[in-house]
């Protein structure tokens, strides 16, 4: 059974920075993309970023400069280093896992979903 789990959430003043990671229990992990998600309150879930198994990357507009996406093939988890962080990154982070190439910012894409960590940015 595939298992995602993401760490490292927590709490961080504005301006500070905060790294939440994804362990996935994927044989073939390497030929994944594998993208984070957000929810926060009262919202839909959206786009955050994303690695395809080339090593391309796609950012969300409100995070392109601020946050950078990476991954560990010989560890099976990928990282979201986030920097700048302001109070409206407060949400709930989901960790992805997908074979898609295309479409990535889309939900229906990935077939493998973490719990979510919280990352809440205080003012």
């Known amino acids: 059974q595939v298992q995602v789990v993401e760490s490292g959430g927590g709490l961080v003043q504005a301006g500070g920075s905060l790294r939440v990671s994804c362990a996935a229990s994927?044989?073939?992990?390497?030929?994944?993309?594998m993208g984070w998600f957000r929810q926060a309150p009262g919202k839909e879930r959206e786009f955050v970023a994303a690695?395809?198994?080339?090593?391309?990357?796609s950012y969300a507009d409100s995070v392109k400069g601020r946050f950078t996406i990476s991954r560990d093939n010989a560890k099976n988890t990928v990282n979201l280093q986030m920097n700048s962080l302001k109070p409206e990154d407060t949400a709930v982070y989901y960790c992805?896992?997908?074979?898609?190439?295309?479409?990535?910012?889309?939900?229906?894409?990935?077939?493998?979903w973490g719990q979510g960590t919280q990352v809440t940015v205080s003012s």
């Open positions: 992805a896992a997908g074979r898609t190439m295309s479409q990535v910012t889309t939900m229906a894409r990935y077939d493998y």
């Open positions: 994927l044989g073939t992990f390497s030929s994944y993309t």
């Open positions: 690695i395809r198994w080339t090593g391309g990357t």
